[in-house]
């Protein structure tokens, strides 16, 4: 009875948070460039994945319990001002909620030193296309590049890495640090696991 009564606690807990809650960040086109225009549509289609991970309830839980050091703000006095040592996973969402609505420019460029690059509360991200596909031949490019700006934003909301040395055991599985303690990190590779298992699904995306 009693441990019945437990997963009856934890489903409403998990069911509520962040329910009836959307994320529609739109593309800034005036300040958006691509290396070639014929990725214009692919560019479209990745901000309306994005939308599309970051409010379904199944991401959204995978951090009602989460908690990450509070050394991924980027800026030093945020880090003071966290009376905490975590940021939770809730408080991680309720920053994204406060943004929910934002405007955001994609610059796509063919290739870089990372997947992509992005500064904090600068409304603009750059996307490196090829390193992109070869990171992630198994997805449409599209879905790929959506990977990549889901775990691109968290920079623009103001969470850095503490470093961008990774220990993974494979091309298929994170750094398990890095998966605890980053949380940009742990948000490209849930983005990731999450749309690889739509793509098996064929799950409709909304605005696609």
Same mark, same amino acid.
């Given at each position: ?5 437990l997963?009856a ?5 998990l069911?509520?948070?962040?329910q ?16 070639d225009?014929?990725y ?56 994204l ?7 955001w420019? %994609? ?11 992005t ?15 070869a ?6 490019r ?16 103001e969470?850095?890495h ?5 220990n /993974?055991p ?13 949380i940009?990190?742990? %948000?490209?590779w ?6 690889? /298992?739509?793509?098996k ?8």
């Amino acid at each position: 009875m009693k441990y019945n009564l437990l997963l009856a606690l934890l489903f409403l807990s998990l069911s509520g948070f962040g329910q009836g809650k959307t994320v529609h960040i739109t593309l800034d086109k005036a300040r958006s460039r691509y290396f070639d225009p014929q990725y214009t549509a692919c560019v479209d289609s990745a901000l309306a994945i994005m939308n599309a991970v970051f409010s379904s309830a199944e991401f959204q839980t995978r951090y009602a319990d989460a908690s990450f050091p509070k050394i991924n703000y980027c800026d030093e006095q945020a880090r003071e001002n966290q009376a905490s040592d975590f940021i939770t996973g809730p408080q991680m969402y309720s920053t994204l909620f406060q943004a929910a609505q934002a405007s955001w420019a %994609v610059k796509l460029k063919r290739r870089g030193p990372a997947l992509g690059s992005t500064l904090p509360h600068t409304g603009i991200t750059t996307a490196y296309y090829k390193n992109i596909r070869a990171d992630m031949p198994e997805l449409p490019r599209a879905y790929a590049l959506a990977v990549n700006l889901c775990h691109e934003y968290m920079h623009e909301l103001e969470y850095c890495h503490r470093s961008n040395r990774f220990n /993974e055991p494979d091309a298929a599985h994170p750094d398990p640090e890095g998966y605890q303690k980053d949380i940009a990190y742990r %948000v490209g590779w849930d983005a990731f696991y999450q749309l690889v /298992e739509w793509v098996k699904q064929g799950k409709p995306i909304p605005d696609l």
